[in-house]
T-cell receptor, first 112, second 113 residues
C-alpha cells in the first residue's frame, strides 16, 4: 500500500514563529488532506488539497502531486495551534478517495 | 448543519465482551468510513460503506464488522474484545461521488480492561 511520511516528528516553537510541515507519499493520489488533532482528540479539517495551493488565514498548503509531496505552512503561530498535524492520502489504485492512509503526524508545541 | 456525530463518547469494556459504536453522517453524505486510532499513532482505515454496501476494508480481523442503514447512519461492531482494541474510533463521512474530502466526528474512546 501507499506510504506516507511526515517530517519533522516533533516541533517546538515560540509564539509568533513560522513553520513548515512536510508530507511525502509514495504513489499517485486522488485525495490529500491535512488535519489538526487537538488535545481532546478532535480531528479538524484544514485543507483538502490533492494538488495546487490553498490559503486559509495564517495557514497555507501546497501539494506538488508530480513530485509526491505536500507542505503545510503555519505563520505567526499561536498556542492554540499546538497539537498533532496529520497528512492523509488516498491512492489512485485503491479506487476510492475515501480510504485514507495517514502519516504518523507532526507533534507541534507552541510556547507562550 | 450538524457535523458527523458519534456515540457514545466514551466506553469501558472488559476482555471478551462485544461493543457497538454508532455514527450519523453529515446530512446528504452517503459514504461512511471507520478508522481506529491507537495512542501515539495516526488513524488506520477499517471500513468504508456507501449505499449500504461495503466498499473497502482495511487490514483488521473478522472480529470487526460494520453496517450502514437506509438513513446512511452506520454501526461498527467489535466482538471478543482484546486489550489491543483500546483506541479512539473515528467515523468520517463524505459526498458520494468524486474526490471529496472526508469529515470526521469527535470519535468514541474505547477502553478495554
Amino acid at each position: 500500500g501507499i506510504q506516507v511520511e511526515q517530517s519533522p516528528p516533533d516541533l517546538i516553537l515560540q509564539e509568533g514563529a513560522n513553520s513548515t510541515l512536510r508530507c511525502n507519499f509514495s504513489d499517485s493520489v486522488n485525495n490529500l488532506q491535512w488535519f489538526h488533532q487537538n488535545p481532546w482528540g478532535q480531528l479538524i479539517n484544514l485543507f483538502y488539497i490533492p494538488s495546487g495551493t490553498k490559503q486559509n488565514g495564517r495557514l497555507s498548503a501546497t501539494t506538488v502531486a508530480t513530485e509526491r509531496y505536500s507542505l503545510l505552512y503555519i505563520s505567526s503561530s499561536q498556542t492554540t495551534d499546538s497539537g498533532v498535524y496529520f497528512c492523509a492520502v488516498a491512492d489512485l489504485s485503491s479506487g476510492s478517495a475515501r480510504q485514507l492512509t495517514f502519516g504518523s503526524g507532526t507533534q507541534l508545541t507552541v510556547l507562550p | 448543519d450538524a457535523g458527523v456525530t458519534q456515540s457514545p463518547t466514551h466506553l469501558i469494556k472488559t476482555r471478551g465482551q462485544q461493543v457497538t459504536l454508532r455514527c450519523s453522517p453529515i446530512s446528504g453524505h452517503k459514504s461512511v468510513s471507520w478508522y481506529q486510532q491507537v495512542l501515539g499513532q495516526g488513524p488506520q482505515f477499517i471500513f468504508q460503506y456507501y449505499e449500504k454496501e461495503e466498499r473497502g476494508r482495511g487490514n483488521f480481523p473478522d472480529r470487526f464488522s460494520a453496517r450502514q442503514f437506509p438513513n446512511y447512519s452506520s454501526e461498527l461492531n467489535v466482538n471478543a474484545l482484546l486489550l489491543g482494541d483500546s483506541a479512539l474510533y473515528l467515523c468520517a463521512s463524505s459526498w458520494d461521488r468524486g474526490n471529496q474530502p472526508q469529515h470526521f466526528g469527535d470519535g468514541t474512546r474505547l477502553s478495554i480492561l
